[in-house]
């Protein structure tokens, strides 16, 4: 596609219930990274897809969160049992290989109430 | 692990020029990236330094000094619509995942 596609563009739901939150990267990308960024703050490391390698799950803040990447292309990531501390924009972005700029999409923008 | 640090806010006037510092502790390092983001917005990449000296693109330029973990980005000639947040990016020599700063929120006065 033209850019990273993110789906879908709000999410209100109910604590305790899962959510999943979907990333189609740019076509080719081989890397593709999950941020979250909450109201007014920075950008925060979730999670890291890079090619065919083991993904860099450092920065998922609980085993609440998980996310895969099918066929190295769309990623989604899924929070179970939400908490209103979940509550953020979570912005997907893609790059061409490791060491180029990342392309960002309009994020999802999750409310838990 | 990784700290990058940049000024919350800062305020400049329309028509000045304005430099905005970053400096990190990261554990590796892989290059350097400067995003610019609207609120309500996806950041947008403004530029990308890995070796040391200044990248000048328009009225943006950014620099890297790489034994003292610092850059800065130098906004020219300063518009209305750069008020904006400015985000300082690293990307870990080691595990290669881009880390963003806190950011620095932007206000232009006329």
């Known amino acids: 596609g033209a850019g990273v596609s993110q789906s879908p563009s709000n999410k209100v739901t109910e604590k305790g219930k899962d959510v999943e939150l979907r990333c189609d990267p740019i076509s080719g990308h081989t890397a593709l990274y999950w941020y979250r960024q909450s109201l007014g703050q920075g950008l925060e490391f979730l999670i890291y897809?890079?090619?065919?390698?083991?993904?860099?799950k450092s920065g998922l803040p609980s085993d609440r969160f998980s996310a895969e990447r099918t066929g190295g292309s769309v990623s989604t990531l899924t929070i179970q049992r939400t908490q209103q501390e979940d509550s953020a924009v979570y912005l997907c972005?893609?790059?061409?290989?490791?060491?180029?700029?990342?392309?960002f999409g309009q994020g999802t923008r999750l409310t838990v109430v | 692990g990784q700290n990058i640090d940049q000024p919350t806010e800062m305020t400049a006037t329309e028509g000045a020029i304005v430099q905005i510092n970053c400096t990190y502790q990261t554990s590796g390092f892989n290059g350097l990236f400067w995003y610019q983001q609207h609120a309500g917005e996806a950041p947008t990449f403004l530029s990308y330094?890995?070796?040391?000296g200044l990248e000048e693109k328009g009225r943006f330029s950014s620099f890297l000094s790489r034994s003292k973990g610092y850059s800065y980005l130098l906004l020219k000639e300063l518009q209305m619509k750069d008020s904006a947040s400015y985000l300082c990016?690293?990307?870990?020599?080691?595990?290669?995942?881009?880390?963003f700063g806190t950011g620095t929120r932007l206000l232009v006065s006329p």
């Open positions: 897809f890079q090619g065919n390698s083991a993904p860099d």
């Open positions: 990016a690293v990307r870990d020599g080691g595990f290669q995942k881009l880390v």
């Open positions: 972005a893609s790059s061409l290989v490791q060491n180029t700029e990342a392309f």
């Open positions: 330094n890995v070796l040391d």
